[in-house]
């Protein structure tokens, strides 16, 4: 029988490479989608350009706000399996938008989660949960079995949700998993996270767009992976015997300053001529190291890595060189036209 799942925040940098997985296997996916006043489903337009060509994927209207809609939906889909990857997920915005981070992050899962057990179906639920929950850490590299000790709204919610399905696991025999992931990136990653936005500027640069690129904390170390890499541990979190929480990274631990290294050095640029520090981009309280160990995952769902951190800064430049080619042409274009008349 078709398996069916049911993701929020399909239209994400995660939902979007979920997506792509969950078809190739065959599933039928129900996609919740907000309304939006312009279009905002261009990272899965590739694969839902015409519904009649790709029958298997339905997207439906819904906010993480909204409990009374989200249990509707659980009743009509009756999916097999949920993934909730919906959030308000930038941490700095967070800062500026704690109520209405906390309703989506935190109060949304618990709708989530509340509309899955009052529909008594035998649900698996996966929750997106983050590095960001250890914070100001307390030992490293962070395991299933660190403490957390958040450092901003953003985290906070996500441990309020993180607790919350282990709380519907233990209480109501939900089959609820957290991955705890950490840092996570590709080239449909938001234009604002601090990896994007790097290999973003540094293209244009290069293409002659753009004079400047405006950072905050350089210093700040991360465990950036490839999102295509992990959603496919989140779809095998649900396909085990028992639900349980799991860490996910590389292992490889790199601070903003290296990753910036590494992309204008791709460029044949020094960074140093371009880069300014802006200190609207520091945070009130700021996640100084996330450096994660995978070691159960590796163990007990035969997950790992297979992009690395070169490879992944490479990648996110490929493409966004492109897009700078494409704006250059159009440019050109533009002023010859403009010329012509
Ligand atoms: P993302 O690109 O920011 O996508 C977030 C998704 O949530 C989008 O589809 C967005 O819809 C949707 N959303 C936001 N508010 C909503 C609401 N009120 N109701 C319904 N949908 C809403 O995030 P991502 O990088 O794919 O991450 C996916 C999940 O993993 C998030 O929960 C994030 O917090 C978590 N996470 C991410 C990382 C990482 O490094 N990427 C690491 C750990 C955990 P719109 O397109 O309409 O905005
Ligand atoms: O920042 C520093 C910034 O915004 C990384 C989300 O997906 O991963 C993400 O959260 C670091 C921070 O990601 C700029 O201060 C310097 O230390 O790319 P980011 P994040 O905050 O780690 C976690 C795991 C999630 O769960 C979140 O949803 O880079 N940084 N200068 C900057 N960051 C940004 N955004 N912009 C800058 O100009």
Redesign the pocket.
Known sequence: MTKKAFI????????SYLVELLLGKGYEVWG???R?SSF?TGRIDHIYIDPHEQPRLRLVHG???DGSNLAALIGEIKPDEVYN?????HVRVSFDQPIYSVN?GAL?TLRLLEAIRSSGLPIRFYQ?S??EMYGKVVETPQTEKTPFYPRSPYACAKVYSFWQTVNHREAYGVFACNGI?F??ESPRR?ETFVTRKITRAASRIKCGLQEKLFLGNLDARRDWGF?GDYVEAMWLMLQQDQPDDYVIATGECHSVREFLDEVFGYLNLDWQRYVEIDARYFRPSEVDLLHGDASKARRLLNWQPRVGFRELARMMVDADMKIAERECAMRDHDAKDGAAR
């Open positions: 929020t925040g399909i239209t994400g940098q995660d939902g919740l989608i907000r939006s905002n906010d993480m706000t990857l919906a959030a308000q997920s989506v949304g997106a983050s590095s992931l840092n996570h938001g999102s």
